[in-house]
């Protein structure tokens, strides 16, 4: 069984930077499509950055285009979302989430509606 757990949330000044964390066991995250997703207060739940099984066919919300990026360390079986230029409406629980898609795209669509293989996830404030 696939457990995520995300750490790395904290507050932080605008136009700081934070690396999130997502740690795997159980399975190994080679073999999933990630996602990164975000609940901010009194708002839905949104699709932030998703890479396929290969880290191709990424999918990212226009919000962090140039901003954020996601990568994966496999021998650590982790993942990171690295929030550069962070703003106010950055604010938000940070949820990691894995899925067998083969592309990111498949990955910010479905994985929201199955809610299978999510992390717990970790609060990030962005505030001065």
């Known amino acids: 069984q696939l457990r995520l757990v995300e750490s790395g949330g904290g507050l932080v000044h605008p136009g700081g930077s934070l690396r999130l964390s997502c740690a795997a066991s159980?399975?190994?995250?080679?073999?999933?499509?990630i996602g990164w997703f975000r609940r901010a207060p009194g708002k839905n739940l949104e699709s932030v950055l998703c890479?396929?099984?290969?880290?191709?066919?990424?999918f990212h919300a226009e919000s962090v285009e140039g901003r954020f990026t996601i990568s994966r360390d496999s021998a650590k079986n982790v993942v990171y979302l690295q929030m550069n230029s962070l703003k106010p409406e950055d604010t938000a629980v940070y949820y990691c989430?894995?899925?067998?898609?083969?592309?990111?795209?498949?990955?910010?669509?479905?994985?929201?509606?199955?809610?299978?293989?999510w992390g717990q996830g970790t609060q990030v404030t962005v505030s001065s």
């Open positions: 989430a894995a899925g067998d898609f083969t592309s990111g795209v498949q990955m910010c669509l479905v994985a929201p509606l199955t809610k299978d293989n």
């Open positions: 159980g399975s190994r995250l080679d073999s999933y499509a």
């Open positions: 890479v396929g099984r290969s880290n191709d066919d990424n």
